[in-house]
């Protein structure tokens, strides 16, 4: 029987892979890897296709059991692994004897770490991925003691490609770069100009969903009312009656009524969004 088996399943671990992009007219988040260059280099270190789906571990990481022998490779947040209790190397590829388990510790600084294996889980993809949206339901339930998670044939035999220098660390300081708009005609003057000096901090409230944020200058509306609901993207930084932002990831609704103050770029800011602990501090640099 070839295929790996959740021993440990951590606090919350979901199978993501590229999302499911396209069908926001339906309802359906894009979902997929947070992280998107941890992920992608998880894969790449095992010469499976950009798109294969992998594992994405929340803060204590997964344990899983080697139903037939296999490779994997741990990335994203820095942390301990270990193969049958002997210790073996995060950010390269690591042989699992048939039987062996494989034991993916707590992150020592960041989130979440990505667990790729050879050949990609192959989980039954739903509107062509195979990504756990938290927020719709759709794709395979969150990791689970038991769980037996099926995994696809490996490609070629060949050596990575690519650039894999390391990935920067969580930051200690989480500076996003803010597109005003759509909606910055909302908020008064004062706090636009609040927004580019003041101080946040993440909140222990984020989740995949979107990055809330605490302790700084609340914006202030130059209107009352709402609006209705209109489309929303990923980056969108959205500002709801307490005045604080929030930045929506990947499992964001795709329709909201609260005025957005700005976007942020998909990339490497948001990559760090994915890793920023509650606590950092948080600051908006207004882009171009």
């Known amino acids: 029987m070839s295929g790996l088996l959740v021993v440990r399943p951590g606090a919350l671990t979901t199978v993501q892979d590229g999302g499911r992009a396209g069908y926001a007219h339906l309802g359906v988040p894009r979902s997929g890897a947070l992280d998107t260059a941890a992920y992608a280099l998880a894969n790449r270190l095992l010469g499976n296709a950009p798109g294969a789906a992998a594992l994405e571990t929340t803060v204590d990481g997964v344990g899983l059991l080697a139903l037939a022998a296999t490779t994997v490779a741990v990335t994203g947040a820095p942390c301990a692994v270990r193969v049958s209790g002997r210790p073996v190397a995060w950010g390269a590829p690591v042989r699992l004897p048939a039987g062996a388990e494989l034991e993916v510790g707590r992150a020592e600084w960041g989130l979440r770490s990505y667990v790729a294996v050879r050949g990609g889980l192959a989980v039954p993809p739903v509107l062509g991925s195979r990504s756990t949206d938290l927020l719709s339901g759709l794709g395979p339930p969150a990791l689970s003691a038991g769980m037996p998670l099926p995994v696809g044939p490996p490609g070629p035999d060949r050596l990575p490609a690519g650039n894999l220098c390391p990935l ?121």
């Open 168 to 288: 920067p660390g969580a930051p200690e300081e989480l500076r996003l770069p803010l597109r005003p708009g759509p909606r910055a005609d909302w908020f008064t003057e004062a706090s636009l100009v609040g927004l580019w000096r003041s101080v946040f901090r993440v909140s222990a409230a984020s989740n995949r969903i979107g990055l809330r944020t605490e302790a700084g200058a609340p914006l202030a509306r130059a209107r009352e009312g709402e609006l209705p609901s209109e489309g929303m993207v990923l980056g969108a930084v959205q500002v709801p009656p307490d005045g604080l932002p929030v930045v929506f990831l990947a499992d964001h609704p795709v329709t909201g009524g609260y005025p957005v103050v700005g976007v942020v770029p998909v990339g490497p800011a948001l990559d760090a969004a994915a890793q920023a602990r509650p606590g950092t501090p948080v600051r908006f640099i207004r882009a171009g």
